[in-house]
């Protein structure tokens, strides 16, 4: 079992940044690649971020979040640089023992979740 506890979710204003962690126990971390993905009212689970030996981005957030991670801390993280409205919903952390996926079923584990709200 992995458990992922998500921290750093808030109200900021467009044009604001956000830095969102992902604090994992339970196995080696470094096996798992990790994703972040968002989902806002009335909308399906959408991928965001995800980081094994390469990182990948969906393509309204490539040049304003950068994902990274920490093995020695067991801690994935998401920066989100110049945010928009658009971008607020809840955001989860999940883990898989394989590649990156931007199918959230491929997700073995995932976090409970933390607000983001963007303010125009």
């Known amino acids: 079992q992995v458990q992922l506890v998500e921290s750093g979710g808030g109200l900021v204003q467009a044009g604001g940044s956000l830095r969102l962690s992902c604090a994992a126990s339970g196995r080696t971390f470094s096996n798992y690649a990790m994703g972040w993905f968002r989902q806002a009212p009335g909308k399906e689970r959408e991928f965001v971020a995800g980081?094994?030996?390469?990182?990948y981005y969906k393509d309204s957030v490539k040049g304003r979040f950068t994902i990274s991670r920490d093995n020695a801390k067991s801690t994935v993280y998401l920066q989100m640089n110049t945010l928009k409205p658009e971008d607020t919903a809840v955001y989860y952390c999940?883990?898989?023992?394989?590649?990156?996926?931007?199918?959230?079923?491929?997700?073995?584990?995932w976090g409970q979740g933390t607000q983001v709200t963007v303010s125009s």
């Open positions: 980081i094994s030996t390469i990182r």
């Open positions: 999940t883990a898989r023992l394989a590649q990156v996926s931007t199918v959230p079923d491929m997700y073995e584990y």
